[in-house]
């Protein structure tokens, strides 16, 4: 039985959830996989890049953030997917040894006009590090059941 | 890459094919998306998804890797012709990704970039701003993602 539901979410409402360390390891390996960029594998030739020093790929910093909400509250909701994402900023680096953390704030919530039993969320999501400094910025819907539909069952 | 200035609008380029497998897909969701859709086939089945599904940072991030790929055998072509290749900035963002359709264990997705935009930046000083459209499309010709990626490139130098 899910803890969230599409009802739960209030429009304003703020909340943090976290942390998780970045190490190097991950991050080349990450990178390796998918995104085998010097700036993202070997810290001589990241120095050289406008990154200046090894740095996660922003792919990476998504991937993060999106275990993060996984774990935050996603995996306790009735959460049904997303349609996608109007908006991502890369705003800083994420650097080896990086402790990060998300702040989730709700901009709108609406019932789905096709399925009453669905409703969306708006949520803008911020990926901070240790230093509170805002590392990624990501705009999107997320659609979620709706418990009004659930105890009507 | 080109130079920016040698980039035309409308420019398209195949970047290659990926083949997702049951996994694969779980190697991804269980460390970045463990949703129960992208994790156990069973819970799957139950969920409106119907079937194992791709994460959608996993889609992007593959697509991703077949950019850069693609990338690095211009740059050797054009390295092997004796021209200098443009490097690549850190991407500040992307815009408009869209999860059209869910991508199951199995689905081979072809990935293809367009440029629809550039930017002429003054700082820093020799880049500009390329938008690529990616897109993915599975087998059966569905598009099944679609972000603008906005990339730093350099200028030509003087």
């Given at each position: 039985?899910?803890?969230?539901?599409?009802?739960?979410?209030?429009?304003g409402?703020?909340?943090?959830?976290?942390s998780?360390?970045?190490?190097?390891?991950?991050?080349?390996?990450?990178?390796?996989?998918?995104?085998?960029?010097p700036?993202?594998?070997?810290?001589?030739?990241?120095?050289?890049?406008?990154?200046?020093?090894?740095?996660?790929?922003?792919?990476?910093?998504?991937?993060?953030?999106?275990?993060?909400?996984a774990?935050?509250?996603?995996?306790?909701?009735?959460?049904?997917?997303?349609?996608?994402?109007?908006?991502?900023?890369?705003?800083?680096?994420?650097?080896?040894?990086?402790r990060?953390?998300?702040?989730r704030?709700?901009?709108?919530?609406?019932?789905?006009?096709?399925?009453?039993?669905?409703?969306?969320?708006?949520f803008?999501?911020?990926?901070?590090?240790?230093?509170?400094?805002?590392?990624?910025?990501?705009?999107?819907?997320?659609?979620?059941?709706?418990?009004?539909a659930?105890?009507?069952? | 890459?080109?130079?920016?200035?040698?980039?035309?609008?409308?420019?398209?380029?195949?970047?290659g094919?990926?083949?997702?497998?049951?996994?694969?897909?779980?190697?991804?969701?269980?460390?970045?998306?463990?949703?129960?859709?992208?994790?156990d086939?069973?819970?799957?089945?139950?969920?409106?998804?119907?079937?194992?599904?791709?994460?959608?940072?996993?889609?992007?991030?593959?697509?991703?890797?077949?950019?850069?790929?693609?990338?690095?055998?211009?740059?050797?072509?054009?390295?092997?012709?004796?021209?200098?290749?443009?490097?690549l900035?850190?991407?500040?963002?992307?815009?408009?990704?869209?999860?059209?359709?869910?991508?199951?264990?199995?689905?081979s997705?072809?990935?293809?970039?367009?440029?629809?935009?550039?930017?002429?930046?003054?700082?820093?000083?020799?880049?500009?701003?390329?938008?690529?459209?990616?897109?993915?499309?599975?087998?059966?010709?569905?598009?099944?993602?679609?972000?603008?990626?906005?990339?730093?490139?350099?200028?030509r130098?003087?």
């Open positions: 039985m899910p803890r969230f539901y599409y009802e739960d979410f209030e429009q409402s703020v909340e943090r959830f976290g998780r360390t970045v190490t190097r390891e991950e991050i080349v390996g990450f990178a390796a996989e998918f995104d085998p960029q700036m993202h594998l070997d810290e001589q030739a990241a120095r050289r890049t406008p990154l200046g020093g090894l740095a996660a790929s922003g792919w990476h910093s998504c991937a993060i953030m999106m275990r993060l909400i774990d935050g509250f996603i995996l306790e909701s009735s959460c049904m997917g997303s349609p996608g994402v109007e908006e991502l900023k890369w705003l800083k680096p994420v650097r080896p040894g990086d990060l953390a998300v702040r704030t709700v901009l709108e919530t609406r019932v789905s006009k096709s399925r009453p039993a669905m409703g969306f969320v708006r803008r999501f911020e990926l901070l590090n240790q230093n509170g400094e805002t590392v990624m910025e990501q705009t999107n819907f997320i659609m979620f059941g709706r418990r009004a659930e105890t009507s069952r | 890459m080109r130079f920016f200035e040698d980039i035309g609008i409308g420019d398209r380029r195949e970047l094919r990926h083949s997702f497998t049951v996994d694969d897909i779980k190697r991804y969701a269980l460390r970045y998306d463990p949703q129960l859709f992208h994790v086939e069973a819970a799957a089945a139950r969920s409106h998804f119907g079937a194992l599904i791709a994460s959608g940072w996993h889609t992007a991030a593959v697509c991703m890797r077949l950019f850069i790929e693609t990338e690095r055998r211009i740059a050797a072509e054009l390295t092997a012709r004796g021209e200098p290749a443009a490097k900035g850190p991407s500040p963002g992307f815009r408009n990704l869209r999860w059209l359709k869910p991508v199951y264990a199995g689905d997705i072809s990935y293809a970039g367009e440029t629809i935009e550039k930017r002429e930046t003054e700082s820093p000083p020799g880049w500009g701003l390329v938008v690529f459209r990616m897109r993915g499309t599975n087998q059966d010709g569905t598009v099944v993602i679609e972000f603008e990626n906005a990339v730093p490139i350099e200028r130098p003087e």
